[in-house]
Nanobody, 118 residues
Framework: VQLRESGGDSVQSGGSLELSCTAS????????MGWYRQYPGKQRELVAR???????TYANAAKGRFTISMDSAKNTVNLQMNNLKPDDTAVYFC?????????????WGQGTQVTVSS
């Protein structure tokens, strides 16, 4: 399984970015796809997650500004980020969690850098 992220960039505060992630080599059911971010020296933290059934979970910092969406048929997940703030500067990682035979098994992308300047 490979997760390929795109969309990371440098923007001004208040700007928008859309992150995209496509998973390839998936031969099993998918439970969730999501986005995490990591600050230097910190643990990875959840930004947003979407279940294959459509339910979503957002970190408090993302609520009202970020929107996650998924195309289950294509195993893609997007994160629309609006009104970006300098605190959103981090490396963003795509995550996929399997279902069925691969229940609970997680896969990660390599990460994409988002930089927000004030």
């Amino acid at each position: 399984v490979q997760l390929r992220e795109s969309g990371g960039d440098s923007v001004q505060s208040g700007g928008s970015l859309e992150l995209s992630c496509t998973a390839s080599g998936v031969t099993f059911g998918v439970s969730t796809m999501g986005w995490y971010r990591q600050y230097p020296g910190k643990q990875r933290e959840l930004v947003a997650r979407i279940h294959s059934g459509g339910s979503t979970t957002y970190a408090n910092a993302a609520k009202g500004r970020f929107t996650i969406s998924m195309d289950s048929a294509k195993n893609t997940v997007n994160l629309q980020m609006n009104n970006l703030k300098p605190d959103d500067t981090a490396v963003y990682f795509c995550n996929l969690v399997g279902d069925g035979k691969y229940y609970g098994v997680g896969f990660w992308g390599q990460g994409t850098q988002v930089t927000v300047s004030s």
